[in-house]
């Protein structure tokens, strides 16, 4: 994959770039700043870009905004966002497009290579990677979206997994539950949704935007 990192701590991002290329991806640009960060999406157009939100000239939420602006010159634009700080307004405004290829996760919450290299490769994939701090943030007013009163308590906790990016059989092994268990939930939840894509990862996608996009 070709990556864009934006973050302006020196150790954190030489850090990421160090990791990623152990992994075999390339690393194209890095950004210190909000303006920056811009720049180098517009110039490298990455598979994926990690970006963190408090970045200076302001350090508020410049990196946010350099994504938000990213994705709406080019739609579609893989982002996983890497912060200490949940935004709920931008992030709403992140996923408000429908088109996946997006990550919110907590920089506390990363405990190894294989859990952030594998977020980085979801979201370059067009599926999402959600940290459970700020999936809960996000849910955390509104009311419930057409569709969603309809599901059961149990089919909510196995799309609230699925929004982390856990495959069902992970998502099994969460709720102690078989694989085909995990499978009839998820046939019975994109029903109850209205989603109806034959391509499985399309829909998955569908359906943790359609949560997370909760009025």
């Not at 966002?81 to 990363?110: F, M, N, P």
């Not at 069902?168 to 078989?178: E, T, V």
Request: avoid cysteine; charge should be negative; charged fraction near 25%.
């Amino acid at each position: 994959m070709r990556i864009v990192v934006a973050e302006d701590l020196y150790l954190l991002r030489d850090g990421m770039v160090r990791l990623i290329e152990a992994y075999g991806h390339q690393v194209v640009g890095t950004a210190t700043t909000g303006p920056e960060t811009l720049d180098a999406l517009r110039t490298w157009r990455p598979d994926v870009a990690v970006i963190d939100v408090r970045m200076p000239p302001d350090q508020s939420d410049e990196g946010l905004r350099a994504a938000l602006a990213a994705r709406g010159e080019m739609p579609g634009l893989p982002v996983l966002i890497l912060s200490q700080h949940v935004e709920q307004l931008y992030a709403r405004e992140l996923l408000a497009d429908g088109t996946g290829g997006v990550g919110y996760l907590l920089k506390e919450s990363v405990f190894d290579g294989d859990q952030f290299i594998g977020a980085l490769e979801r979201v370059a994939g067009g599926g999402t990677a959600m940290d459970p701090a700020v999936i809960a943030r996000l849910l955390s007013s509104g009311s419930p979206s057409r569709g969603l009163e309809r599901l059961t308590e149990r089919e909510h906790s196995v799309l609230a997994l699925m929004a982390e990016g856990l495959s069902n059989q992970a998502i099994g092994r969460r709720l102690f539950l078989s694989e085909s268990a995990i499978g009839k939930y998820t046939t019975s939840m994109f029903g109850k949704l209205g989603i109806s894509d034959d391509d499985d990862t399309n829909r998955r996608v569908r359906a943790v935007l359609t949560y997370l996009n909760k009025p």
